[in-house]
T-cell receptor, first 112, second 115 residues
Framework: QKEVEQDPGPLSVPEGAIVSLNCTYS??????FMWYRQYSRKGPELLMY????GNKEDGRFTAQVDKSSKYISLFIRDSQPSDSATYLC????????????FGSGTRLSIRP | DSGVTQTPKHLITATGQRVTLRCSPR?????VYWYQQSLDQGLQFLIQ???????AKGNILERFSAQQFPDLHSELNLSSLELGDSALYFC??????????????FGQGTRLTVV
């Protein structure tokens, strides 16, 4: 079993829909939780990161962490075609690059 | 554009060969990280350099090596290539001393195909 599990998709939704992307993990010591967006033929770009539990909001994006369930989510409101990308979750006991475990990514497509 | 430049963008080579991937970090960034992204393994940390010194090492194969030069650009050398080495190789850079990936920016990657 992988430490971080992420449904690869693809996920296709109509423009304007609310998108929910999720990851589960097995290591209860994880404290830092990150979401990256990766456009085709580009490198990952950090969208949001949270420490420990709770929610964090940034514009149309909300990151949610439920440590009791070992489950994290990224919500995208009012989804746009420009949100079409692969979304990677990542997590670690600290934010050290050498310790971060990435999910395999979910491909998201927003239909105009 | 993240400001991190990787060359070449694409590379096709035969098994057993050796290649060098190059990364120029953002201006002012002292840390360089190398990652491998394959379909079955996802994004995996290989190695980090800070101001010319190796800072952290991940699951980097012995056939792979890296270095960071005085002008802060970095090279990842892959030798005795195998089909399984086909992947996207990303470089990221950050300004800080700590290997905090939340402060790092990724380049566009080099797509390596071993045939």
């Amino acid at each position: 079993q992988k430490e971080v599990e992420q449904d690869p998709g693809p996920l296709s939704v109509p423009e304007g829909a609310i998108v929910s992307l999720n990851c589960t993990y097995s290591n209860s010591a994880f404290q830092y939780f990150m979401w990256y967006r990766q456009y085709s033929r580009k490198g990952p770009e950090l969208l949001m990161y949270t420490y420990s539990s709770g929610n964090k909001e940034d514009g149309r994006f909300t990151a949610q962490v439920d440590k009791s369930s070992k489950y994290i989510s990224l919500f995208i409101r009012d989804s746009q075609p420009s949100d079409s990308a692969t979304y990677l979750c990542a997590m670690s006991e600290n934010s050290s690059a050498s310790k971060i475990i990435f999910g395999s990514g979910t491909r998201l497509s927003i239909r105009p | 554009d993240s400001g991190v430049t990787q060359t070449p963008k694409h590379l096709i080579t035969a098994t057993g060969q050796r290649v060098t991937l190059r990364c120029s970090p953002r201006s002012g960034d002292l840390s360089v990280y190398w990652y491998q992204q394959s379909l079955d393994q996802g994004l995996q940390f290989l190695i980090q350099y800070y101001n010319g010194e190796e800072r952290a090492k991940g699951n980097i194969l012995e056939r792979f090596s890296a270095q960071q030069f005085p002008d802060l650009h970095s090279e990842l050398n892959l030798s005795s290539l195998e089909l399984g080495d086909s992947a996207l190789y990303f470089c990221a850079s950050s300004v800080g001393t700590a290997d905090d990936l939340t402060e790092a920016f990724f380049g566009q990657g080099t797509r390596l195909t071993v045939v």
